[in-house]
C-alpha cells in the first residue's frame, strides 16, 4: 500500500471483508475495494471481469 501511494499515477486494490478495509488517505480516489469471501472473488475473476463488476466498490474519502 505505501508503494501505490508513492507512485500517484498507480492505482491501488485491496481484498478483504467490508468491515475490515483500511487504504491510506494518500491513496483516496485510487482506491477500490473487492469486499467479500477472497474464494468466491477469484472464482469471478476467473470467470471474467465483467461478472466481478458487482463486487469492486470504488472508496472516497
Known sequence: ??????????????MN???????LPALSGRAMALTGDI???FQKLLGGLASVADAVTVLSF
Open 1 to 14: 500500500m505505501e508503494m501505490a501511494a508513492e507512485h500517484p499515477s498507480w492505482r491501488f486494490l485491496t
Open 17 to 23: 471483508m467490508p468491515q475490515e478495509i483500511r487504504v
Open 39 to 41: 474464494g468466491e472473488n
